[in-house]
């Protein structure tokens, strides 16, 4: 049987592949070093689908996605929101007390300010978590600790001395699943999102003018993210994802207003809404 994959951007046991495998059990994860890796992989064959993430309850918006999603050629298929738990592992047979520096990516340090202090550990900075747990299994080092998922403790052959330190139990991240083909929603089926993103014209009010028919055809808008075009600072781009399907009369209303004050519009995606929404 012929081996099928969806990318994602990160190294073996990141929790991008900790979602691959939660959510699309059925397929081989394919580590990817670049998000525009990720979107390559799919377009040219080698992979069926992507896991990307976009946003984080703590963090906020993850960097540089927003941008290249109008440029990746493919389309949302389904959201989905995992749960993020840090782990503090180690070396094999490392007694934790003599440890006395910690590796991991920069907002995974963030989020577990108060295990590294009650450690008195100094904190340093790695590419990501993953790469932060293989460069310790490739250099050994006894006083030195790294934080990522327990996945990478598996694939590391690290031992995992404090589970689950997270200073905040909300800690969530939400991820796009994306393919080459829209999902195709039928309408009315079940709950659903629409993700467009659009550049409002320039004129005055034109984004308040631009949302409003959101508002008065009772559309509700679930999130609105702004980034520049381009790296410049005269023309602004917005990702929004709106509940509803393009084929109601509502959103139909809604985006035709949208359109009249915008210079573009795209929709990304049609897609289930995650039962994750309702908790």
């Known amino acids: ?44 064959g080698r992979a069926l689908k992507a896991m990307i993430p976009i946003e984080n309850s703590v963090a906020g918006r993850v960097s540089d996605i927003h941008h290249l999603l109008p440029g990746a050629g493919l389309s949302i298929i389904a959201e989905h929101f995992l749960p993020i738990q840090h782990q503090l592992m180690v070396l094999k047979g490392v007694d934790a007390d003599g440890l006395k520096i910690v590796r991991s990516h920069a907002m995974a340090l963030g989020q577990c300010r108060t295990e590294i202090r009650r450690r008195g550990l100094l904190p340093e900075m790695a590419g990501d978590t993953a790469g932060a747990a293989r460069q310790l299994a490739e250099n050994p080092n006894p006083e030195v600790a790294a934080i990522a998922p327990k996945l990478a403790a598996e694939i590391y052959g690290l031992e995992i001395v404090a589970e689950n330190i997270e200073d905040a139990d909300h800690n969530t991240t939400r991820f796009l699943e ?102």
């Open 1 to 44: 049987m012929r081996e099928e994959f969806i990318a994602f951007q990160g190294e073996r046991g990141a929790n991008s592949e900790v979602a691959c495998q939660t959510f699309a059990p059925g397929l081989t994860p394919l580590p990817c070093a670049t998000f525009e890796g990720v979107f390559a992989a799919v377009r040219e």
């Open 178 to 279: 994306m393919a080459p083909e829209p999902a195709n929603i039928p309408l009315g089926d079940s709950p659903c999102l629409t993700s467009i993103i659009f550049e409002v014209r320039n004129i005055p009010a034109a984004l308040f003018k631009a949302l409003g028919g959101f508002a008065t055809n009772g559309v509700n808008m679930t999130k609105l993210e702004s980034y520049q075009k381009n790296g410049g600072f005269n023309a602004t781009m917005f990702y929004a994802d709106i509940e509803g399907h393009p084929e109601e009369r509502s959103v139909q209303l809604a985006l035709e207003e949208l359109s009249f004050f915008s210079s573009t519009v795209t929709i990304l995606g049609v897609y289930e809404a995650s039962p994750f929404r309702r908790k």
